[in-house]
């Protein structure tokens, strides 16, 4: 791995406003033990696909309020008339595989929460696999969740290492907060 990684290095000179550097200091890295915000950060990086992270990060809120405040019984029930609400919404991403994605995934969610008491209890059960093989189980799991994707979700919500090179600032705070990662430094 090297000392810091490209994102680290990117952020570096941002003014502390910006949307990434705030992702990169606040966010990036650092587990979540919210299922609702568990999966709107798997919402985000599936949306992401195609995309620039600042789109995303600069139309999170916009994503939070179309999809329910990423309430994830809420998204499971949404109906076709939700769907076109969705599409037809300027502020997220009008993509009708991302949106189909997300309702069938919240659907997932819920079954998985139903088995395991919550989503980051079955990414806890689940914990350790290497890449591969959680992009193997998000594949058989989720849509629209490949390699990509998958490995960035793992890496933000602190499933897997990489997010900040050891010379990051930020690095050590990560640490601190004990991501699933860190059991094993």
């Not at 591969?132 to 998000?138: A, D, M, R, Y």
């Amino acid at each position: 791995m090297e000392s810091i990684n490209s994102y680290c290095n990117t952020v570096a000179n941002m003014a502390d406003d910006n949307v990434n550097r705030h992702y990169h200091d606040f966010e990036y890295g650092f587990p979540i033990d919210n299922d609702n915000e568990l999966f709107g950060r798997l919402l985000l990086e599936i949306n992401q696909a195609g995309l620039s992270w600042t789109t995303i990060l600069n139309k999170k809120d916009n994503f939070r309020k179309a999809y329910s405040n990423f309430n994830i019984s809420k998204v499971a029930k949404y109906t076709e008339k939700d769907r076109a609400r969705l599409l037809a919404d300027a502020g997220i991403i009008r993509n009708k595989l991302k949106v189909n994605a997300a309702i069938h995934n919240a659907n997932q969610i819920i079954s998985l929460q139903k088995e395991y008491g919550s989503f980051k209890k079955w990414l806890d059960h689940h914990y350790p696999k290497t890449r591969e093989e959680w992009v193997k189980l998000f594949k058989k799991t989720f849509k629209f969740t490949g390699g990509e994707i998958t490995n960035e979700f793992l890496m933000s919500s602190g499933y897997l290492p990489g997010a900040h090179g050891k010379e990051c600032p930020i690095y050590e705070k990560v640490v601190a907060s004990n991501p699933p990662w860190c059991t094993n430094v």
